[in-house]
């Protein structure tokens, strides 16, 4: 039971005693007591816990068999008897005339070594098929002749001639071979500087091009035949 007042807010509570409190007080008084006193009346439920049994597990019984126990057995080892040894044949006595024809039939089955037969006309090889035969008898008889001789007396016939005479001494002896043979070979006819090489296997001639003063020019041109004048000695 509540009791309003011009200043002040009266309640009573469960005990009968008067209060002067305001009215947020007097709620959270009264919410406090009815709570204790709910508590009181109510009692409180005990729950209890069931507790579950464990049942042990049964163990299986494995039945083990008896193994069989495996027996090996040993090989019987056989003897090795050693085996005699032959007796060498005895050797043939041999007389004297016997070796004596046997070394006269040896004598005549030996063959004799047949000699190749020689060619009856010596052929060109194709290195140098540009020739006849004469011409290249020639060639070779004056590589032989000038071979003896050092490279400057070869570059010395070489100038005489107004031919090349760069390269090692093979080169010389080829360049002065071919033009006692054939003769000296005259300027190229296309750029009138350079010098045509003779090709020995197919006869023709190639001018590479010839140096200027300062530069060198390119002539690249291939040449059927050409006119050479004799070869000065």
Known sequence: MYILNYYYKLSIDINGQIKCCNKEDIKKQVVKKVT???QKKVPKKVVKKETKK???????????KPQKKTVVKAAPVKKVVPKKAKAAPAKKQVSKKQNVKEQKDDKKKVLKPVAPKADSQ????????????????????????WSSKTNQEIKDNLRKNLQSMSGNKDELLNKIADGIVLGSIPRCPHCYGGR??????TGSYFCVGYRD?????????TIATLDRTPWQL
Do not use: E, G, M, W
């Open 54 to 64: 464990v049942v042990p597990a049964k163990k299986k019984v494995v039945s083990r």
């Open 122 to 145: 010596p052929k060109v090889p194709v290195k140098y098929a540009a020739y006849t035969l004469d011409q290249y008898q020639a060639y070779q008889k004056a590589i032989k002749d």
């Open 196 to 201: 045509p090489k003779y090709n020995q296997s």
């Open 36 to 38: 204790k006193v709910i």
């Open 213 to 221: 003063d300062t530069d060198f020019k390119f002539c690249n041109k």
